[in-house]
């Protein structure tokens, strides 16, 4: 990373997203130059290329799971680092020019997350209307706001409605009232952010053979460690079908003794096993640690093999 005074940061725009509050949340970021991309893969490649030092993009939600264009793209191409996470509360509003009413919606423009977590209410309230895919929520409020005629209504965030002047029709429309999304901001990898204590791992896995117990072979590195897994996602190569890799959080850092020892199980089953990061949780949760996985356990087994050896 440059100097912050200098730090340029890409991210999923335009601007009013969702993204750009999780951007907001970085220190300094809000002073930094900040890039709007089309499309997670092209903010990504503004990292790889070095136009900007990092890029702000979603990963998760809590009611949709993992974001497919984020674990796609961060999966493949030249390698890249997650430096920090950030967790923002979504609210969804329903959005229209100004003197439009709920009866004369037709056709709804949003993001598919969006729109997913908002289908029980779409259903209750606007049964008739039609689906309109955008590449963001805030894309679709900017086209509307812009006179878009391919459809006549947004769902959208309350700040970009309001900054854009539309019409809020109605408010807090998500099906779950506390759905949250985790956004990463990666860079290019240089040195590892600290050990916190509550820190998270994340690790692209391909799956170098499709055979019975192959699933269990990886997990069994992280359980015969004691490392706790947050999330696993398998996500198709796009080579053939059939052919998967697996997209995993692990709680710990690498330089944890239990992480470090089940990412060397791994490498030696998944040769090309991607590291993505460890870094500090949002949350700040700590992980459970058994006692005999703590990294004194593991020292002292180091400790003892090594007595072993020396003594031959």
């Known amino acids: 990373m440059t100097r912050p005074d200098n730090t340029s940061y890409?991210?999923?725009?335009?601007?009013?997203?969702?993204?750009?509050?999780?951007?907001?949340?970085?220190?300094?970021?809000?002073t930094a130059r900040r890039v709007p991309a089309s499309t997670?893969?092209?903010?990504?490649?503004?990292?790889r290329s070095g136009s900007v030092d990092a890029a702000m993009v979603p990963?998760?939600?809590?009611?949709?799971?993992?974001?497919?264009?984020?674990?796609d793209a961060i999966a493949v191409g030249e390698p890249l680092r997650i430096l920090?996470?950030?967790l923002v509360s979504i609210t969804f509003v329903l959005a229209a020019r100004p003197g439009a009413s709920l009866g004369e919606v037709r056709r709804i423009a949003t993001h598919g997350h969006a729109w997913a977590q908002c289908r029980t209410w779409v259903d209750a309230n606007v049964r008739e209307a039609e689906y309109f895919p955008a590449s963001s929520t805030a894309a679709a409020a900017y086209g509307l706001a812009g006179g878009?005629?391919?459809?006549?209504?947004?769902?959208?965030?309350?700040?970009?409605?309001e900054r854009l002047g539309l019409a809020v029709l109605a408010s807090d429309i998500g099906d779950v009232a506390d759905a949250v999304t985790r956004f990463i901001l990666v860079g290019r990898p240089h040195a590892l952010p600290p050990r916190t204590g509550a820190d998270k791992t994340?690790?692209?896995?391909?799956?170098?053979?499709?055979?019975?117990?192959?699933?269990?072979q990886i997990l069994?590195?992280?359980?015969?460690?004691?490392?706790?897994?947050?999330?696993?996602?398998?996500?198709?190569?796009?080579?053939?079908?059939?052919d998967y890799?697996?997209?995993?959080?692990?709680?710990?850092?690498?330089?944890?003794?239990?992480?470090?020892?089940?990412?060397?199980?791994?490498?030696?089953?998944?040769?090309?096993?991607?590291?993505?990061?460890?870094?500090?949780?949002?949350?700040?949760?700590?992980?459970?640690?058994?006692?005999?996985?703590?990294?004194?356990?593991f020292g002292a087994a180091d400790a003892w093999l090594g007595g072993i050896l020396g003594g031959r």
Do not use: W
């Open 10 to 30: 890409a991210y999923l725009g335009p601007e009013g997203t969702f993204t750009e509050a999780a951007l907001l949340q970085v220190p300094g970021a809000d």
């Open 40 to 47: 997670v893969a092209s903010a990504l490649d503004a990292v």
């Open 59 to 71: 990963i998760e939600n809590s009611v949709e799971g993992g974001v497919s264009a984020t674990l």
């Open 84 to 86: 920090r996470e950030e």
């Open 148 to 161: 878009d005629d391919g459809y006549d209504a947004a769902i959208c965030s309350p700040l970009v409605a």
């Open 202 to 216: 994340t690790l692209v896995i391909p799956l170098p053979e499709d055979h019975p117990g192959a699933l269990m």
């Open 220 to 242: 069994d590195q992280f359980a015969a460690r004691g490392v706790n897994l947050s999330r696993i996602e398998s996500r198709p190569t796009g080579q053939f079908l059939g």
């Open 245 to 297: 890799f697996f997209s995993v959080d692990a709680d710990g850092h690498v330089e944890d003794a239990r992480v470090a020892d089940a990412l060397k199980g791994l490498h030696r089953i998944s040769p090309g096993l991607r590291f993505l990061g460890s870094y500090a949780r949002a949350d700040r949760r700590l992980p459970a640690v058994e006692r005999h996985t703590t990294d004194d356990a």
